[in-house]
């Protein structure tokens, strides 16, 4: 299954991409890939990455084809 992976802040500058497509096999969740793709990128922080799928933040479940998810770097209060 294809999945549209969105790159924010930092994470997109670590990345050295701000999008990629990724064929996925099907049963993926939403941890498995973030673990994947902070393995992958070596993202500082893990804990501090916030994920959407479908711009939906609290998705925790499999993703399903044509899904779009972000990775969103912390956010900062003020």
């Given at each position: ?39 992958k990128y ?25 899904d779009e ?9 003020g």
């Open positions: 299954m294809k999945v549209t992976i969105k790159y924010f802040g930092m994470i997109s500058e670590t990345a050295g991409k701000s999008e990629e497509i990724l064929d996925l096999e099907a049963g993926v969740s939403v941890q498995d890939l973030k673990d994947l793709q902070v393995q070596k993202i500082a922080d893990p804990e501090a990455v916030q994920i959407a799928v479908n711009q939906d933040l609290n998705s925790n479940s499999e993703l399903k084809e044509g998810v972000a990775f969103l770097p912390p956010f900062a209060g």
